[in-house]
């Protein structure tokens, strides 16, 4: 039994001198040495060069993208497209706690729609609030195209703080849009169908009885 412990240890700290001189051989090669092994060009080096954000950096740009059925916003990096944040906001997500504190739990209860709790939704299309036509940076605003819904994101620290539910609408899309000034949030209906709630008509009376529409949230 000693000799086989004393074999293993012989064996692991082989792999390690192994590993070690692996490792040396890669922090000694050259540029050139490099692009010859792995058969690069001066354009894939121009392409990689063009993405490449070294650790401690900041990529230039910061995009919010929308998480469609899965009802978040995914925040990522440009140009290193690094994921840097999943934003929970319609939908509890286990991993990183969002709707299982009191905090988050408050704010998804806000999207309830007729009493009762909507835990999915279908982000698309958001919107940065504007000052005088710019980016300010200061809020983000996503619809859910599945429940006539909007989110306000706080990009203080990227958590999302308030979610409202369209007391006439049945349906929304096109996304969430702002005035110049963020004096409005403006959400659009995708369907037409009776405002007068839980009343129904036949579809004989379509153009009479179903409307879409534009709601400005102040």
Not at 1 to 16: D, E, N, V, Y
Not at 37 to 47: M, T, Y
Not at 57 to 67: C, I, L, P, Q, T
Not at 193 to 210: I, R, S
Request: aromatic share 12%.
């Amino acid at each position: 039994m000693k000799f086989r412990t004393k074999q293993a240890a012989s064996m692991l700290l082989a792999a390690g001198f192994g590993c070690a001189a692996v490792g040396s051989a890669y922090a000694a090669e050259s540029l050139q040495d490099v692009m010859k092994r792995r058969n690069l060009s001066q354009q894939d080096l121009l392409a990689a060069s063009k993405t490449y954000v070294p650790t401690g950096k900041r990529d230039e740009f910061v995009a919010f993208s929308s998480g469609g059925q899965s009802g978040q916003v995914i925040v990522y990096g440009i140009p290193s497209m690094r994921i840097l944040k999943y934003i929970g906001v319609f939908t509890p997500e286990p991993w990183q706690g969002y709707g299982f504190d009191e905090s988050s739990k408050a704010v998804l209860a806000q999207g309830k729609i007729d009493g009762k709790d909507i835990t999915w939704g279908d982000t698309h299309h958001p919107a940065m609030s504007e000052t005088q036509g710019q980016y300010d940076g200061q809020f983000l605003f996503i619809n859910d195209k599945a429940n006539p819904r909007l989110a306000v994101i706080d990009l203080r620290d990227f958590e999302t703080k308030q979610i409202v539910v369209n007391p006439i609408y049945k349906s929304e899309h096109g996304g969430a849009f702002v005035t110049p000034n963020t004096e409005y949030v403006i959400e659009a209906a995708q369907y037409a169908t009776p405002l007068e709630n839980k009343k129904f008509y036949p579809l004989e009376e379509f153009n009479e009885k179903y409307r879409g529409g534009v709601t400005y949230w102040k």
